[in-house]
C-alpha cells in the first residue's frame, strides 16, 4: 500500500503545483532550434517516437527536439510541476481528460491561426478536429482514434476449458467463465482477468452501460455511491471466486503495460485502450486478441465509444510554437511520419492517412483498426466535456479499489469514499 501512498503524494503535489501556478509562462529554455518533447507511454511507443524525431531531421536538420517520457501515473505530476515552474515541454502529449483543465488555465497555446498552414488537418473529420477544441479553441490535434477493449490470451482460456471473452458476452457470464478458469487455471499463480475495478476507463464504460455518466454536462459526478457500490461488489464477488487477480497482485500495475497482469504473466486478460494493443503483443509471447468490453445485459449499450486517443499540444508562450505545430503536422499528416508511428498511438484520423497506412499494417495492427470498424456501429456519443480536477479522480479511484480489494472497507463504503472524495476535488478546483 505504501505504493499507492507515494503516488497520491506525487499527484497531489503536482496538481497543487499547477493550481497555484500563474500559467501561460510557457518553456523556459524554448529556443526555435531547440524543443523539448514530453509523452507517456512504453518503450514500444518511445523506440516509434525516437524514431520519428531521427527521420524529422531530414526535413527540418537544424532542429534538434529532445524527447523523454514517463509512464501514466508519473507523467501528469512530472508536467504539472514542469508548467508550475515555467519549464513547460515545448510539445506536450495531452489526454483527452486533461485538455480542459490545461487550456483553461493558459498552459496551451491555440493553434486555430496554423490550420490549413503548417497544419493540415482538413481531411481528419470535424469530430475528431473537435476533439481538441475547448470552448472553441483548437489546443490539441488528434493523434489518434481509439476505444476502450479487451486483450486476452485466448489459448489459456481454452486450456482452462473456460469460454473466453466475446462480443455481446455479458458481465455475469464472463464473471461465471473467468470462475471456471480459475479453478482450472493452466498453472499456480494464474488468473483469468486482471482486476479492473480501479480503472476509470472500464468503470466509465460499465457506467455508460447504465446510463449513467462519469461526468454530467455542467461538471457535477454522473453517478452516486450506490453507482460506484455496484461496481465494487461485482469485482469483489470475482476476487472471492478466485476469478480475476488479487489486491496484491493488482496492486503492483502501475497503469502501463509493463506492470499490468497480463504481462507480468498473472491473468489471461487485459483491460486497456485498443491503440496498447501494438505494445502489449510487443511485451507477450502469447498470440493476443482482442474484444469489446462485456455488457451488463444483452441489449443494454456497448459502452463503448470513440475518443482521441491522445493528442499533441504546444506550450503556451513556447519560442519555437510554430516549429512545434510543424513536427505535430509530420507526426499526423505526412506519409513518413505516420508510417513510423503507425497505429500504435490510434488509427489515424486523416482519412488519406489511414488509405495510405492500412497495405503497410502488420496482422497486429490490422487487428486493431478492424476493432475500432467492428464497434463503431455501436458506439454512444463522446461523453461530456471533464470538469477541472477530472484527471485527479482516476486515481480517487483506483486507490479507493484497492483500498476495497485488500478488505480495509466494503463495497458499499467504497463508494462512498469514492463520492466523497470526488466531489471534495471537484468544489475545490
Same mark, same amino acid.
Given at each position: 500500500m505504501?505504493?499507492?501512498?507515494?503516488?497520491?503524494?506525487?499527484?497531489?503535489?503536482?496538481?497543487?503545483?499547477?493550481?497555484?501556478?500563474?500559467?501561460?509562462?510557457?518553456?523556459?529554455?524554448?529556443?526555435?532550434?531547440?524543443?523539448?518533447?514530453?509523452?507517456?507511454?512504453?518503450?514500444?511507443?518511445?523506440?516509434?517516437?525516437?524514431?520519428?524525431?531521427?527521420?524529422?531531421?531530414?526535413?527540418?536538420?537544424?532542429?534538434?527536439?529532445?524527447?523523454?517520457?514517463?509512464?501514466?501515473?508519473?507523467?501528469?505530476?512530472?508536467?504539472?510541476?514542469?508548467?508550475?515552474?515555467?519549464?513547460?515541454?515545448?510539445?506536450?502529449?495531452?489526454d483527452?481528460?486533461?485538455?480542459?483543465?490545461?487550456?483553461?488555465?493558459?498552459?496551451?497555446a491555440?493553434?486555430? #491561426?496554423?490550420?490549413?498552414?503548417?497544419?493540415?488537418?482538413?481531411?481528419?473529420?470535424?469530430?475528431?478536429?473537435?476533439?481538441?477544441?475547448?470552448?472553441?479553441?483548437?489546443?490539441?490535434?488528434?493523434?489518434?482514434?481509439?476505444?476502450?477493449?479487451?486483450?486476452?490470451?485466448?489459448?489459456a482460456?481454452?486450456?482452462?476449458?473456460?469460454?473466453?471473452?466475446?462480443?455481446?458476452?455479458?458481465?455475469?457470464?464472463?464473471?461465471?467463465?473467468?470462475?471456471?478458469f480459475?479453478?482450472n487455471?493452466?498453472?499456480?499463480?494464474?488468473?483469468?482477468?486482471?482486476?479492473?475495478?480501479?480503472?476509470?476507463?472500464?468503470?466509465?464504460?460499465?457506467?455508460?452501460?447504465?446510463?449513467?455518466?462519469?461526468?454530467?454536462?455542467?461538471?457535477?459526478?454522473?453517478? #452516486?455511491?450506490?453507482?460506484?457500490?455496484?461496481?465494487?461488489?461485482?469485482?469483489?464477488?470475482?476476487?472471492?471466486?478466485?476469478?480475476?487477480?488479487?489486491?496484491?497482485?493488482?496492486?503492483? #500495475?502501475?497503469?502501463?503495460?509493463?506492470?499490468?497482469?497480463?504481462?507480468?504473466?498473472?491473468?489471461?486478460?487485459?483491460?486497456?485502450?485498443?491503440?496498447?494493443?501494438?505494445?502489449?503483443?510487443?511485451?507477450?509471447?502469447?498470440?493476443?486478441?482482442?474484444?469489446?468490453?462485456?455488457?451488463?445485459?444483452?441489449?443494454? @449499450?456497448?459502452?463503448?465509444?470513440l475518443?482521441? $486517443?491522445?493528442?499533441?499540444?504546444?506550450?503556451?508562450? $513556447?519560442?519555437?510554437?510554430?516549429?512545434?505545430?510543424?513536427?505535430?503536422?509530420?507526426l499526423?499528416?505526412?506519409?513518413?511520419?505516420?508510417?513510423?508511428l503507425?497505429?500504435?498511438?490510434?488509427? @489515424?484520423?486523416?482519412?488519406?492517412?489511414?488509405?495510405?497506412?492500412? @497495405?503497410?499494417?502488420?496482422?497486429?495492427?490490422?487487428?486493431?483498426?478492424?476493432?475500432?470498424?467492428?464497434?463503431?456501429?455501436?458506439?454512444?456519443?463522446?461523453?461530456?466535456?471533464?470538469?477541472?480536477?477530472?484527471?485527479?479522480?482516476?486515481?480517487?479511484?483506483?486507490?479507493?479499489?484497492?483500498?476495497?480489494s485488500?478488505?480495509?472497507?466494503?463495497?458499499?463504503?467504497?463508494?462512498?469514499?469514492?463520492?466523497?472524495?470526488?466531489?471534495?476535488?471537484?468544489?475545490?478546483?
Amino acid at each position: 500500500m505504501s505504493m499507492t501512498l507515494h503516488r497520491r503524494t506525487v499527484l497531489s503535489g503536482g496538481l497543487a503545483a499547477l493550481t497555484l501556478a500563474t500559467l501561460g509562462g510557457g518553456s523556459a529554455n524554448a529556443q526555435a532550434a531547440r524543443l523539448r518533447m514530453l509523452w507517456w507511454g512504453s518503450q514500444e511507443r518511445a523506440d516509434r517516437t525516437n524514431k520519428a524525431i531521427e527521420a524529422y531531421k531530414a526535413v527540418k536538420p537544424d532542429l534538434a527536439i529532445a524527447g523523454e517520457f514517463a509512464g501514466w501515473s508519473d507523467y501528469w505530476p512530472r508536467l504539472a510541476t514542469q508548467v508550475a515552474g515555467r519549464n513547460a515541454p515545448d510539445l506536450i502529449q495531452m489526454d483527452y481528460r486533461y485538455i480542459f483543465e490545461y487550456a483553461r488555465r493558459g498552459a496551451l497555446a491555440p493553434l486555430d #491561426d496554423y490550420i490549413g498552414k503548417a497544419l493540415k488537418i482538413d481531411d481528419f473529420g470535424k469530430m475528431n478536429i473537435d476533439s481538441g477544441r475547448v470552448d472553441g479553441k483548437l489546443y490539441g490535434v488528434n493523434l489518434g482514434v481509439n476505444s476502450s477493449v479487451m486483450f486476452f490470451d485466448a489459448a489459456a482460456w481454452e486450456k482452462a476449458k473456460a469460454t473466453p471473452p466475446s462480443v455481446g458476452q455479458t458481465w455475469e457470464e464472463f464473471a461465471e467463465n473467468a470462475t471456471i478458469f480459475g479453478k482450472n487455471k493452466p498453472k499456480p499463480g494464474y488468473f483469468a482477468t486482471a482486476d479492473s475495478s480501479g480503472l476509470e476507463p472500464s468503470y466509465e464504460n460499465w457506467l455508460r452501460q447504465n446510463g449513467k455518466s462519469l461526468f454530467t454536462p455542467e461538471g457535477g459526478l454522473g453517478y #452516486d455511491a450506490s453507482d460506484a457500490a455496484k461496481w465494487f461488489t461485482m469485482w469483489a464477488k470475482m476476487r472471492e471466486a478466485g476469478a480475476c487477480v488479487p489486491a496484491d497482485i493488482q496492486a503492483l #500495475d502501475q497503469l502501463n503495460i509493463e506492470t499490468n497482469p497480463l504481462t507480468t504473466g498473472k491473468s489471461a486478460t487485459a483491460f486497456a485502450h485498443s491503440n496498447q494493443f501494438v505494445g502489449y503483443q510487443a511485451l507477450n509471447k502469447a498470440k493476443l486478441s482482442l474484444t469489446s468490453y462485456p455488457k451488463v445485459s444483452k441489449d443494454s @449499450p456497448s459502452g463503448h465509444y470513440l475518443k482521441p $486517443s491522445m493528442l499533441m499540444s504546444v506550450a503556451n508562450g $513556447s519560442a519555437g510554437a510554430e516549429a512545434a505545430v510543424e513536427f505535430i503536422n509530420f507526426l499526423v499528416s505526412e506519409p513518413e511520419g505516420v508510417d513510423i508511428l503507425g497505429v500504435e498511438r490510434g488509427v @489515424p484520423a486523416s482519412e488519406a492517412m489511414r488509405s495510405q497506412l492500412g @497495405p503497410k499494417l502488420n496482422d497486429v495492427s490490422q487487428a486493431m483498426v478492424k476493432y475500432i470498424a467492428d464497434i463503431t456501429p455501436d458506439v454512444g456519443d463522446l461523453p461530456p466535456a471533464p470538469p477541472p480536477g477530472a484527471g485527479e479522480l482516476a486515481f480517487v479511484l483506483t486507490r479507493t479499489s484497492q483500498e476495497v480489494s485488500f478488505g480495509k472497507m466494503t463495497p458499499e463504503q467504497g463508494g462512498e469514499r469514492l463520492v466523497t472524495e470526488a466531489e471534495a476535488v471537484l468544489k475545490r478546483k
